[in-house]
């Protein structure tokens, strides 16, 4: 089971880049984030997170690649299983963004699962594309014009 989702959002890459990046901050805005641990300052490849959704237990990814401004993956595994999460922004070709969320169960267990909790992993990842785009169009309306 996969399920991406792009969004257009008014804000500069950049700006939505920090915002993504900053997880140990997610709690602030992001409805399916209840609390968030991470290890090791930065974001960076290996690094341990530690994350707690509403309605499910918390659960440990390991960041696996981060290209700097513009995309980062987490997951985990197990033997039957394999759970990975993609984060990406572009640039939209206007001075605004393109981000895009992706979440993929595989494995036998993960296909099973994959089957069972489509539908609450789709409404959660389009939660989460919905709450960027919000933190990052509402820092643009706050700056002055001129800065835009």
Request: net charge positive; no cysteine; aromatic share 6%.
């Amino acid at each position: 089971m996969i399920h991406v989702r792009t969004i257009a959002i008014d804000a500069p890459p950049a700006e939505v880049w920090r915002i993504l990046s900053e997880v140990g901050l997610w709690p602030e805005w992001l409805p399916t984030a209840e609390w968030i641990q991470v290890e090791g300052g930065p974001l960076h490849e290996g690094q341990r997170v530690r994350l707690k959704q509403p309605d499910r237990a918390p659960v440990g990814y390991r960041v696996a690649e981060v290209r700097p401004g513009e995309a980062f993956t987490w997951g985990r595994s197990g033997p039957l299983y394999r759970e990975q999460a993609g984060h990406r922004v572009e640039p939209d070709g206007a001075g605004g963004s393109l981000a895009t969320l992706a979440f993929r169960l595989s494995g036998p267990l993960g296909d099973l699962a994959g089957r069972i909790g489509a539908e609450k992993v789709r409404g959660m990842v389009e939660q989460e594309a919905a709450a960027l785009k919000e933190r990052a169009e509402a820092g643009r309306a706050r700056r002055p014009a001129r800065d835009r």
